[in-house]
């Protein structure tokens, strides 16, 4: 375990106490937070914290709502359909998350219910150390430090850090292991986050209503908003790639499940060859192709930023017979939204369709 850096401000005892006074008066209200006083379920503090990794508060709502109804309890999520879970995942993204929080249903569920313990918690799919700081907080109110990129940012401020993310992730995560208080550490971590999202936030702070406005080193040198600094981020790298639309003599369109490992592992796709560093020339692209049939190179190309790198995907289109397709499914175009498609796919049958209907 680190060590806090030893030129804290006031103690720490007083910067927590402060924020969780602000905290009870400005605390947002959020579905899956519980009134205070109240055990908050792990279940859905999990959920809840799943969801919201890359994802705004606002987008999440409704997709918490739908899936507390749909899947209650852990057993219930634990029980599902990957594929349904997957289906209603669509829209939140990054979807490696969907597939660990089904599996992590059923690893909570097996195991009789969530672990209470920070290590515990961190050994489970799909649950990182900020994660399993958030539950271990505030479902089972361990003494963790919960350190997401707001609750970084207001550190980086409050200590005035000076070494640029990522590299100043250490020191930031020993600010808030000496912060956390033994008393309410649900809370505090929920205020820290709050403090991030609503005062503390990445353009102009509204340091005038910060709890720690009078001993925060930025607001007292003005370096509020240039902090955190961070680490130049090296260009993403492109991959190229060639999706092949196929229909065939009903009108259906041809589908297929990549596989569970790797880039959105599970999911449905319109078939396309790998995606490489190397442009596909049209000749190698057809001999990938899922069927034999009379391609031809739709004008254009779909664009699609991932984390990692950024991905140009030209389409084939081509008529072909059911009977010719060695794997996949035939979907018909009214029917595809019943099938858990990435956005990326989204996009390349948006593009095919569009051409379809200009010819
Ligand atoms: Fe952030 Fe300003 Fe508060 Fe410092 S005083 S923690 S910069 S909002």
Same mark, same amino acid.
């Given at each position: 375990?680190?060590?806090?850096?030893?030129?804290?401000?006031?103690?720490?005892?007083?910067?927590?106490?402060?924020? =969780?006074?602000?905290? /009870?008066?400005?605390?947002?209200?959020?579905?899956?937070?519980?009134?205070?006083?109240?055990?908050? @379920?792990?279940?859905?503090?999990?959920?809840?914290?799943?969801?919201?990794?890359? !994802?705004?508060v606002a987008t999440v709502g409704p997709y918490y709502a739908r899936f507390l109804?749909?899947?209650?309890?852990?057993?219930?999520?634990? *029980?599902?359909?990957?594929?349904?879970?997957?289906?209603?995942?669509?829209?939140?993204?990054?979807?490696?998350?969907?597939?660990?929080?089904?599996?992590?249903?059923?690893?909570? !569920?097996?195991? $009789? $219910?969530?672990?209470?313990?920070?290590?515990?918690?961190?050994?489970?799919?799909?649950?990182?150390p900020y994660t399993a700081a958030a539950i271990?907080?505030?479902?089972? %109110?361990?003494?963790?430090?919960?350190?997401?990129?707001?609750?970084?940012?207001?550190?980086?401020?409050?200590?005035?850090?000076?070494?640029?993310?990522?590299?100043?992730? #250490?020191?930031?995560?020993?600010?808030?292991?000496?912060?956390?208080?033994? @008393?309410?550490?649900? /809370?505090?971590?929920?205020?820290?986050?709050?403090?991030?999202?609503?005062?503390? !936030?990445?353009?102009?702070?509204?340091?005038?209503?910060?709890?720690?406005?009078?001993?925060?080193?930025?607001?007292?040198?003005?370096?509020?908003?240039?902090? #955190?600094?961070?680490? +130049?981020?090296?260009?993403?790298?492109?991959?190229?790639?060639?999706?092949?639309?196929?229909?065939?003599?009903? $009108? +259906?369109?041809?589908?297929? *499940?990549?596989?569970?490992?790797?880039?959105?592992? $599970?999911?449905?796709?319109?078939?396309?060859?790998?995606?490489?560093?190397?442009?596909?020339?049209?000749?190698?692209?057809?001999?990938?192709?899922?069927?034999?049939?009379?391609?031809? *190179?739709?004008? %254009?190309?779909?664009?699609? %930023?991932?984390?990692?790198?950024?991905?140009? =995907?030209?389409?084939?289109?081509?008529?072909?017979?059911?009977?010719?397709?060695?794997?996949?499914?035939?979907?018909?175009?009214?029917?595809?939204?019943?099938?858990?498609?990435?956005?990326?796919?989204?996009?390349?049958?948006?593009?095919?369709?569009?051409? /379809?209907?200009?010819?």
């Amino acid at each position: 375990m680190l060590r806090a850096p030893s030129m804290l401000p006031p103690v720490a005892a007083s910067l927590s106490a402060s924020l =969780l006074t602000w905290y /009870d008066r400005h605390r947002r209200v959020l579905p899956w937070r519980t009134p205070p006083g109240e055990a908050a @379920d792990p279940y859905r503090v999990w959920l809840s914290e799943i969801m919201l990794q890359q !994802t705004t508060v606002a987008t999440v709502g409704p997709y918490y709502a739908r899936f507390l109804t749909r899947w209650p309890d852990v057993a219930a999520l634990a *029980r599902a359909e990957l594929d349904d879970v997957l289906h209603a995942w669509q829209g939140l993204g990054y979807y490696a998350r969907a597939r660990n929080l089904h599996a992590c249903a059923r690893a909570v !569920t097996r195991r $009789g $219910g969530f672990p209470s313990t920070e290590a515990e918690l961190a050994a489970l799919p799909g649950i990182g150390p900020y994660t399993a700081a958030a539950i271990a907080a505030i479902a089972f %109110g361990c003494r963790a430090a919960a350190v997401d990129g707001n609750a970084e940012r207001a550190l980086a401020r409050l200590y005035a850090v000076p070494t640029p993310l990522p590299a100043a992730k #250490p020191h930031l995560r020993a600010y808030a292991d000496a912060l956390v208080p033994a @008393d309410r550490p649900g /809370d505090f971590a929920q205020a820290l986050m709050d403090l991030g999202a609503t005062v503390c !936030t990445p353009k102009k702070p509204r340091c005038d209503l910060c709890p720690w406005r009078d001993v925060c080193q930025a607001n007292a040198c003005g370096l509020a908003e240039a902090l #955190p600094r961070r680490a +130049a981020k090296p260009a993403k790298p492109r991959r190229h790639g060639v999706a092949f639309w196929t229909v065939n003599e009903a $009108g +259906a369109v041809l589908l297929r *499940r990549r596989p569970e490992r790797g880039l959105l592992g $599970g999911m449905m796709e319109v078939p396309s060859t790998d995606w490489r560093t190397r442009p596909w020339k049209d000749g190698e692209a057809k001999k990938a192709a899922p069927v034999k049939a009379r391609w031809r *190179r739709l004008a %254009g190309t779909v664009e699609h %930023g991932f984390t990692h790198f950024d991905l140009e =995907l030209v389409i084939f289109a081509a008529a072909a017979k059911s009977a010719t397709a060695r794997e996949g499914l035939w979907v018909l175009p009214s029917r595809l939204k019943d099938h858990a498609l990435p956005s990326v796919m989204k996009k390349v049958i948006a593009w095919a369709q569009n051409a /379809d209907a200009a010819r």
